[in-house]
């Protein structure tokens, strides 16, 4: 078994309630911090721990806190990103309804931490019965003394408020997220200024994903030293992953980062295989916007290594051979899955949800649908494929914000892996429509792409 | 009907904008906008955008940029009951293709349309972070998720009896 940090409480009747929570120790990582650490000193901590934002750049935590600005008299803010709109993804929503103490927990030290008095959590508009789970759990930390005036005597003074989105995925990017919770569009911002110095309200921000800043408690409890000795290398701690698709067990497991990717999706702790006793043909580890990878690639690396699930490990080989842990959103294609029609879907949600600032993104994921769409239903042409790949690279790098990138990387990805599958779509168009699949890759295993 | 909030509801929008710093109500926008559009018929019309900027203290054009951008706000009136099925990769694996073919067939809509008894709209929508439990929907405030032709035949009669009694 894995060991756990932050659902090993998860199946206790009630932990969802103060008294519960407190009962199985909680709140006591608050209590040390707040009462025996400076705001330094927890900061310094979290940067022994290794632990990289888990909301998909994977940024050090620690780091990205030691950045923020603190010039006198001006307020600083720490806002949760609880947006949690990329495709594969359910984690945070996960830990927000079953134990929303301990994410208010890691956001009392993270912004005793950080020197904020105020906190919002940013929550997409989708999710419109959890802002009453989290702000129940809020009102009692308030009247058991966790919150509001003069913290456990301390004289640190700490509201949070719930902030509901209103469907865009572009709102879980940092900048966007600031826009949208000015009561605006969310149209990301241009870089620099980063918000660790000129954010909300144009006050030094930080912006953190709910899974990380739900580990700081772990951390601040066990001590970063400990927490390091979890996971492997550069993959410090334990990471959720959201696992969909075609599984036989999917869900949220917790896992420390140190299992193969083939036991993530084979064995009975995890994922228990495939349904229906079909073979593998693709997956998506981190969330849409990180690349496809075949089967024997996502088994093991291009050097012929075991593909573990660490941030080092599935990025092994870049983007030729390689993909991401991104956000965590693991994504199984079986046998029967067609990969234009899902590069197709995604390709859909990307431009859907361009905000449009930028023409490259706005245009190119609009390109991208209507070059897929034909080809998906039997009028495409060879050329088509090439010229998918060239707006992809016109896209990529060109854009203000990431999302022109995560539009791009998913089609490139598609392409290089699986260009027979495009061509053959074009060939056959008749019983492309009829079967709504192409060429399966399990059986044998693809020659490594080269790098293109 | 005139767009006026009740009493309760007023208070609930005062004690949103306290969330925030002084002369920062507009930050309270979208928490309001959602209030406006559970109150007054699920939908968002030119009246109630403008009454909400008049509570805000905001330009009527700051509410409808906003209004525009989020796909959760109808601007145009909806049916009592607002199925809204998760068409994207993940729950597409799991044949949310053929959960929305069915809904279309047995309310004899096309997405974006409401049957004419008022009662259900049709939508597709993006990603909802429920991917492991798909294919799923939204409806009103919750997740109907794991569904099946027999599960969307059962929420259908649900709604057909709430909406009669
Ligand atoms: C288009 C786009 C969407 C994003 N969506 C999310 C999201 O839903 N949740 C999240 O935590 N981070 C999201 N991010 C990443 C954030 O911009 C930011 O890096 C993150 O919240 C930082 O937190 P972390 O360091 O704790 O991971 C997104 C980024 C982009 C470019
Ligand atoms: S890349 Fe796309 S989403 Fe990002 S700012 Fe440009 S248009 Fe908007
Ligand atoms: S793809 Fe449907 S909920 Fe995520």
Redesign the interface.
């Known amino acids: 078994m894995g060991r756990k940090l932050l659902l090993d409480k998860a199946h206790i009747e009630g932990i969802r309630y103060f008294d519960v929570y407190r009962k199985n120790g909680g709140y006591a990582a608050a209590e040390k911090a707040l009462k025996s650490m400076s705001p330094d000193q927890v900061t310094e901590e979290v940067k022994k721990s290794g632990l990289r934002g888990r909301g998909g750049a994977g940024f050090p935590t620690g780091l990205k806190w030691s950045f923020l600005a603190k010039p006198e008299g001006v307020?600083r803010y720490l806002v949760c990103n609880a947006d949690?709109?990329?495709?594969?993804?359910?984690k945070?929503?996960y830990l927000m309804e079953f134990l929303p103490h301990l994410l208010i927990e890691g956001l009392l030290i993270s912004s005793y931490a950080l020197g904020a008095n105020?906190t919002?959590i940013y929550i997409?508009?989708?999710?419109?019965?959890i802002p009453d789970i989290l702000e129940a759990a809020i009102a009692e930390a308030h009247k058991n003394g966790f919150l509001g005036k003069n913290i456990l005597g301390t004289g640190f003074d700490l509201?949070i408020?719930v902030?509901?989105?209103?469907?865009?995925?572009i709102c879980g990017e940092e900048t966007a997220l600031i826009e949208?919770?000015?009561?605006?569009?969310?149209n990301p911002r241009i870089k620099p200024p980063f918000p660790a110095v000129k954010g909300l309200?144009q006050c030094p921000t930080v912006v953190n994903n709910v899974e990380t800043l739900a580990a700081i408690v772990p951390i601040i409890n066990i001590g970063g030293d400990e927490y390091v000795k979890y996971g492997t290398g550069k993959s410090t701690g334990t990471k959720l992953i959201?696992?969909?698709?075609?599984l036989n067990k999917?869900?949220?497991y917790e896992i420390e980062m140190n299992i193969s990717v083939e036991e993530f999706i084979y064995s009975d702790e995890y994922c228990g295989g495939i349904p229906n006793g079909k073979r593998l043909k693709a997956c998506?580890p981190g969330g849409?916007s990180v690349p496809i990878v075949p089967a024997n690639l996502l088994l093991t690396t291009a050097k012929g290594e075991k593909r573990m699930m660490t941030y080092e490990s599935l990025n092994d080989g870049g983007f030729a051979t390689g993909t991401m842990m991104g956000s965590g959103?693991f994504?199984?294609?079986d046998e029967d899955?067609c990969v234009v029609?899902?590069t197709l879907?995604?390709a859909?949600?990307y431009h859907?949800?361009s905000?449009g600032q930028c023409s490259p993104c706005r245009e190119g994921t609009g390109w991208m649908e209507k070059v897929l769409k034909n080809i998906e239903h039997g009028k495409g042409k060879m050329s088509d494929i090439d010229l998918l790949w060239d707006i992809q690279r016109k896209i990529e790098g060109n854009t203000i914000c990431p999302l022109g990138d995560a539009a791009a990387w998913p089609v490139a990805a598609a392409i290089r892996h699986f260009r027979d599958e495009f061509e053959w779509h074009v060939l056959n168009p008749d019983e492309a429509q009829r079967r709504n699949f192409g060429l399966a890759h399990y059986a044998d295993p693809l020659p490594v792409a080269a790098a293109v | 009907m005139a767009v006026q909030f009740s009493e309760e509801k007023l208070n609930k929008v005062k004690e949103i904008i306290a969330?925030y710093?002084d002369g920062?109500q507009?930050?309270?926008?979208?928490?309001v906008?959602?209030l406006a559009q559970e109150s007054f018929g699920g939908w968002l019309s030119a009246d109630t955008m403008d009454y909400v900027a008049g509570l805000?203290r905001?330009e009527p054009i700051?509410v409808y940029?906003?209004a525009t951008?989020?796909?959760?706000?109808n601007l145009q009136p909806v049916g009592k009951y607002l199925f809204e099925v998760c068409?994207?990769?993940?729950c597409?694996?799991?044949g949310s293709d053929d959960i929305i073919h069915y809904i279309k067939e047995k309310l004899g809509i096309k997405v974006g349309e409401t049957t004419a008894d008022g009662l259900f709209t049709l939508k597709t929508?993006?990603?909802?972070?429920?991917?492991?439990?798909?294919p799923m929907m939204?409806l009103?405030?919750?997740y109907k998720e794991h569904l099946t032709k027999e599960k969307v035949d059962q929420i259908i009669a649900e709604c057909r009896a709430q909406a009669n009694n």
Not at chain 1, 180 to 186: D, I, T, V, Y
Not at chain 2, 87 to 90: I, K, L, M, R
């Open positions: 307020p949690e709109s990329e495709p594969g993804t359910f945070d929503r105020t919002y997409r508009g989708e999710y419109a019965w509201e408020y902030q509901r989105g209103a469907g865009a995925y949208s919770l000015e009561g605006k569009r969310g309200y959201s696992a969909c698709g075609n999917p869900g949220v998506i849409s959103g994504i199984v294609l899955q029609r899902h879907s995604l859909r949600f859907h949800e905000c | 969330r710093p920062k507009k930050s309270a926008l979208i928490p906008l959602h805000l905001i700051e940029e906003v951008f989020y796909s959760m706000f068409q994207t990769g993940p597409m694996l799991r929508v993006e990603c909802l972070g429920a991917c492991g439990y798909a939204q009103g405030k919750f």
